[in-house]
C-alpha cells in the first residue's frame, strides 16, 4: 500500500513537472497596488484563508515566482512577491479560471505577479524599483520559448487621489508608462486592461477615474470597478468583487482579441 501511494505521488509529481516545463502559451503581468496584490478576505493584517471556488488552484494555471520559477498558482497569489503587507484574493486566480472556462482550448496560463501595496504612479516610472521589477519579470517570463505576453492587469492609483498635484499629472504619467513599458519588453501593441478606481481619497479620485476611463492610448481597455463591494476600510475590495473583476477583465480580454488582430493560437 506504502509503495503503491508513493507511485502516485511520485506520478503526480511528474505529471507537474511536465506541465511546468511545458510552453507556457498565455502569459499575463499583474501589477499596481494592494487591490491588484489582493487583500479580500484580509482584515487587521489577517487573511481569514478562505479560497472561493472561482480561485482554485488549476494545474494550468502557474505563476512565476519570486525565485523567477514556474510553480503552480495559489492564493494568495502575491504573498511572496509584496511581502510587506498580508495578501489575501485578488483578481488574478479568479481571471485565469474563467479565461480557461471561456476557452477551452487556451492550454496553460503564466500568472507574472509584480504588485506592491501603497505606491504611487511615479513609482512605476521608467528607472524606478518597481518599472525595473515589472520588466525584469516580464522577461523572465518569457527565456525559454515560455511563451509570449498576452496583456498586463493594471489596478493602481488609489495612492494618487490624495493630493491635486498627483491626481492632475496622473495621465501624463500613466501613459508614459505604458509606452515605456511597452518599448522595453519589446512589445509596441501590448494590452493592457487597467481597473478604473472603486475607491480613493474623498476629493480627487474622480480625476484620477477620468484619466483611466479616457487613457488615449491604443490597446488600453478599462474596465470600471466602481460599484464593487468593498470592504470595511473602504478601500480594498472584498474577495467576491475580486472574483467579479477577474470575471470583468476576462471578458475585455476576450471582447478585445475578437475585435483587433489579435489572436489565440491553441
Known amino acids: 500500500m506504502a509503495k503503491s501511494m508513493a507511485l502516485l505521488m511520485i506520478m503526480a509529481l511528474c505529471d507537474f513537472t511536465a506541465i511546468a516545463n511545458s510552453q507556457v502559451k498565455n502569459i499575463f503581468l499583474l501589477a499596481g497596488q494592494s487591490n491588484m496584490s489582493g487583500l479580500g478576505g484580509v482584515v487587521k493584517n489577517i487573511w481569514d484563508g478562505i479560497v472561493p471556488p472561482e ?8 505563476k512565476l515566482d519570486a525565485n523567477l520559477q514556474w510553480v503552480e498558482a495559489t ?3 502575491h504573498a511572496d512577491i509584496d511581502v510587506n503587507v498580508t495578501c489575501g484574493i485578488g483578481p488574478g486566480m479568479p481571471f485565469a479560471n474563467s479565461l480557461l472556462n471561456k476557452t477551452s482550448c487556451l492550454g496553460i496560463v503564466g500568472l507574472v505577479p509584480c504588485a506592491m501595496a501603497g505606491n504611487k504612479i511615479s513609482e512605476w516610472q521608467k528607472g524606478t524599483f518597481l518599472y525595473n521589477q515589472l520588466v525584469m ?3 523572465a517570463s518569457t527565456v525559454q520559448e515560455y511563451g509570449v505576453i498576452r496583456a498586463m492587469l493594471w489596478y493602481q492609483g488609489e495612492s494618487d487621489t490624495m493630493s491635486q498635484s498627483d491626481a492632475n499629472s496622473y495621465k501624463e504619467k500613466m501613459q ?4 515605456d513599458l ?4 519589446g512589445i509596441p501593441e501590448l494590452l493592457i486592461i487597467q481597473v478604473a478606481l472603486a475607491s480613493g481619497g474623498k476629493h ?19 474596465v470600471d470597478a466602481k460599484g464593487l463591494q468593498l ?6 475590495l ?8 477577474g470575471h470583468m477583465m476576462v471578458d475585455a480580454f476576450l471582447e478585445t482579441i475578437l475585435t483587433t488582430t489579435s489572436s489565440i493560437n491553441c
Not at 231 to 236: A, I, R, S, T
Open 75 to 77: 492564493e494568495p497569489l
Open 204 to 222: 480627487y479620485t474622480e480625476i484620477v477615474r477620468e484619466a483611466q476611463l479616457n487613457p488615449d492610448l491604443a490597446n488600453v481597455v478599462t
Open 238 to 245: 472584498t474577495a467576491s468583487s475580486q472574483v467579479l473583476l
Open 231 to 236: 470592504q470595511k476600510d473602504n478601500l480594498h
Open 182 to 185: 511597452r518599448n522595453d519588453v
Open 176 to 179: 508614459k508608462f505604458f509606452t
Open 55 to 62: 480561485c482554485s488552484p488549476n494545474p494550468a494555471i502557474l
Open 137 to 139: 519579470r516580464a522577461k
